[in-house]
């Protein structure tokens, strides 16, 4: 009976550990497969001291201390294995576990680690006749350090990986080299690259044959990908988004693809967290404008952000535009004017003459955003009217201030795709020309600033409360910040009336606004942080 009860006890925390090595490798994968990242997430998470981590340690130490009372020992092993378990299993993310072949291997060699032990304290143990015993309490304690076989397993494939992505660089460059008349546009930015990466697309698509790096795939890695599994010998142009979370990211992508055109559009307080100042975000993005070629380059930057304008450009040709702040400017967007069917708003040209364009886009970003894209499509010689035209049929990218309307008459504009200090003030000046209900703002505020933190999300709290009528703070990374903001605002504004309310996870925020949402009402939806945040 006791041999029965230590095996179920065995296979339960074995079954533990298997299914808590799914959600390390799931964090892992989403902090890029850097073990550095995945160790700061570690500290902020604080996911290594977690209930059930403790109570599982707590198990382990009882067992091991009355291992002689096998009933109670192996009793309380497959009781906290069957819950961790059951609670693992029902838990739903956002963003789950991609299965890629370099997962396959770190899982592999996880398991092989765990197995190891496992197996090894059970020979131990076998010795005494408690064989089962010995592996049981094993299982739980890789369980309790679940983490450290990730980051080692990991760390042991640095070389396969290594060899292996060598092999895909190689490959994308010896496809690039098969189309020198490739034309190649990178695209940088603290925010806004995405969208202007579609923007600029969907216009170019007028007059060529283009390729997009699509959804994501900003890094190296993404960017070999998309060259080896899209990319097609008849394409003319291709669009290259460039992300960085630390210094030398974009230049790495650009020493594989050599663009000749760059696009900045923003630097801004973003990933301060492992940028540590914004010098070194501005820095970084200007790694795309230091690559391109001085014969026949061209360098389009974005200088509403002061660390663009005041960053110099020497080495190619350069063409600085803006909506905010014209000052050096050469292409500046003027006469913005929102309605209900979009945006409209006109092009002023170094050479004087004014464009006027309609979109279906709404926001100051979006407008900044088109305003690059419609540059690079005139210096690449797309007609006028194509440009026009293009610019009216674009269409909202998704998460990213895009706007639309409920059969019960309640307006969405989902800007909930990596909120940041300046885009959700645009979104924020947005939803405050909405007057026809009430205008509602859901979020849980910003992440990855650094030692800003605090700061800025007091400073989004203030801006909420002079933009909205109900405010919903969700979950708890940001929420005393954001209230501390709003609360300071309504002490100096005694006529602020705005509603704010606290809920710990987005579910319960769409159960709120089941119950309060009325037709005419406009709701915001800013931000929505990843599972590591949660």
């Not at 609670?87 to 370099?102: E, G, H, S």
């Amino acid at each position: 009976m006791i041999t029965i009860l230590s095996a179920i006890a065995a296979l339960l925390a074995i079954a533990c550990f298997f299914v808590e090595f799914r959600r390390d490798l799931m964090m892992l994968q989403q902090n890029s497969y850097r073990n550095e990242r995945y160790s700061r997430w570690l500290r902020a998470s604080q996911d290594t001291t977690s209930a059930m981590r403790l109570v599982s340690g707590a198990v382990v130490l009882a067992s091991m201390s009355t291992l002689s009372v096998p009933v109670v020992s192996m009793s309380l092993i497959a009781f906290v294995s069957a819950v961790n378990v059951i609670i693992l299993v029902r838990r739903r993310y956002k963003k789950p576990l991609v299965m890629t072949n370099r997962a396959w291997r770190i899982f592999s060699v996880m398991l092989i680690l765990a197995v190891v032990i496992v197996v090894s304290t059970g020979i131990v143990g076998w010795k005494y006749g408690k064989g089962f015993e010995y592996a049981a309490v094993a299982s739980l304690c890789v369980f309790c350090f679940s983490h450290l076989f990730s980051m080692s397993a990991n760390w042991l494939l640095k070389p396969v990986e290594k060899h292996i992505n060598n092999g895909y660089y190689k490959d994308a460059e010896r496809i690039l080299r098969s189309m020198p008349d490739l034309k190649i546009i990178g695209v940088t930015g603290s925010y806004g690259k995405t969208s202007t990466k579609h923007y600029l697309n969907r216009i170019l698509s007028e007059h060529f044959d283009v390729m997009m790096t699509p959804g994501s795939y900003n890094t190296t890695m993404g960017v070999i990908r998309t060259v080896r599994e899209y990319l097609k010998p008849y394409n003319e142009v291709f669009i290259v988004e460039m992300g960085a979370k630390q210094i030398g990211d974009i230049k790495e992508i650009c020493d594989l693809v050599h663009p000749s055109v760059g696009i900045v559009t923003a630097v801004g307080e973003q990933h301060l967290e492992s940028f540590k100042s914004i010098e070194n975000v501005q820095r970084t993005k200007f790694e795309l404008i230091d690559s391109l070629p001085s014969d026949g380059g061209l360098a389009v930057i974005n200088d509403d952000f002061p660390y663009v304008a005041n960053r110099p450009v020497s080495n190619v040709e350069c063409v600085r535009y803006a909506v905010s702040n014209p000052g050096n400017a050469g292409y500046v967007a003027t006469d913005i004017t929102y309605t209900p069917a979009g945006t409209q708003f006109t092009v002023r040209t170094p050479q004087g003459a004014s464009l006027e364009f309609s979109t279906r886009l709404v926001g100051e970003c979006n407008v900044s955003n088109l305003l690059a894209a419609v540059i690079v499509a005139m210096r690449l010689g797309v007609p006028e009217d194509k440009i026009r035209y293009a610019v009216g049929q674009i269409e909202q990218v998704e998460h990213r201030l895009n706007m639309k309307r409920t059969p019960g008459g309640v307006t969405i504009i989902d800007d909930a795709f990596n909120s940041n200090p300046t885009g959700s003030s645009m979104a924020l000046d947005v939803l405050a020309m909405m007057t026809q209900g009430r205008r509602i703002v859901v979020t849980p505020g910003m992440i990855e600033l650094g030692d800003r933190q605090e700061e800025l999300n007091r400073n989004f709290g203030q801006k909420i409360a002079a933009s909205a009528d109900i405010a919903i703070v969700v979950g708890e990374y940001n929420r005393e910040a954001i209230v501390d903001g709003i609360n300071e605002s309504k002490e100096k504004d005694a006529s602020s009336a705005i509603e704010v309310h606290t809920v710990p996870t987005f579910l319960d925020s769409q159960s709120l606004l089941g119950s309060i949402l009325r037709p005419g009402d406009t709701v915001l939806y800013e931000n929505d942080l990843p599972d590591t945040f949660k």
